[in-house]
């Protein structure tokens, strides 16, 4: 007999979370239970307490946070191979990108380290990446050309959305019959889709009627949280294509299961969509776990097992409450 229902998340005591030295009062459920996590993980490793800086100018130590030594070590990756893509990707970022470099080596709950131990190894086999597509996105499979993170095909320019709208990941594909294919993706952990809204700028308002996506291109819910980044990274994709930089593509968001929050929010977007077609940017809501899932079918099982412990087997958390 289950002692809890496998899709239920626990309200973790104050106590534990005191302990862990993970208390944040404005977690969500979810959030809270993927913070203590990443604070077991490094705990079990043995990797020491990282800190960050408060508004008040206070240093606070944060169980989820690794040491600056740890982190440069490479204790937010789950191989050597990745952590050396990952100073190699911080290296040779594109001009304008946006990479966090204490949150990338120091920050266990971050998504920016899990886009790199979810991608990376898809970067450095390209057999791996096609074999990857071929699990997602059948229909645009082919001859995996690249693998970048933090892309846009122009930061600022106004032929797409004019501004720094970019996807965490993202796979250049060229198909059997020449056409030129590209998967997207956004990857949320802990994320609620809360993050600050942008400022609105005319660019959006002529891609969402030009793109033809949307059932009410006008809607003002598209502009607001929870999916208004779902909007705008869509609308980026569908102006590559009408751009002529591709032929066909399509938007992953990714984000665990039981982040209700970004599933809500996905699941939301969607209601705002027109029936997909082929020369359209689709849209796919990727739970993490099919995608760890893909990983493994394409190939790479042991990388998917670090994954799966690392980031969503909230067994750890279970035997504490």
């Not at 993170?149 to 060229?174: C, K, L, M, Q, V």
Request: proline share 7%; net charge neutral; aromatic share 8%.
């Amino acid at each position: 007999m289950e002692l809890f229902p496998p899709d239920r998340l626990p309200l973790i005591p104050e106590t534990l979370l005191r302990e862990h030295k993970v208390l944040c009062q404005a977690d969500s459920r979810f959030r809270a239970c993927a913070r203590l996590l990443q604070a077991l993980h490094r705990e079990a490793a043995g990797w020491g307490v990282g800190t960050y800086e408060t508004t008040a100018g206070r240093k606070k130590k944060m169980g989820h946070l690794v040491a600056t030594y740890d982190g440069a070590s490479g204790a937010n990756f789950l191989s050597l191979d990745v952590h050396r893509l990952a100073r190699r990707e911080l290296a040779y970022r594109e001009p304008g990108s946006m990479w966090e470099e204490k949150r990338l080596y120091e920050n266990l709950l971050s998504s920016t380290p899990l886009a790199l131990n979810l991608m990376g190894p898809l970067k450095l086999d390209r057999g791996l990446a096609e074999a990857f597509v071929r699990e997602i996105a059948p229909d645009l499979a082919g001859r995996v050309c690249s693998v970048s993170f933090e892309h846009s095909p122009g930061r600022g320019d106004p032929t797409f959305t004019a501004d720094g709208t970019a996807f965490d990941a993202f796979i250049i594909i060229r198909q059997e019959d020449g056409r030129k294919a590209f998967l997207a993706f956004e990857l949320k952990y802990s994320e609620t889709c809360a993050e600050p809204e942008p400022r609105m700028r005319p660019r959006y308002d002529d891609l969402s009627n030009a793109s033809e996506l949307f059932i009410d291109p006008e809607v003002p819910d598209l502009r607001r949280n929870p999916v208004q980044q779902c909007w705008r990274l869509h609308m980026l994709a569908q102006s590559m294509i009408d751009a002529g930089l591709y032929d066909a593509g399509r938007l992953f968001v990714i984000a665990p299961r039981l982040n209700d929050q970004v599933q809500r929010a996905t699941a939301r977007y969607q209601t705002h969509l027109t029936p997909p077609r082929g020369d359209k940017a689709g849209f796919v809501n990727l739970v993490l776990e099919d995608a760890i899932g893909a990983l493994a079918l394409a190939g790479d099982p042991d990388q998917a097992r670090r994954l799966t412990a690392r980031y969503t087997d909230l067994s750890p958390v279970h035997a504490l409450i």
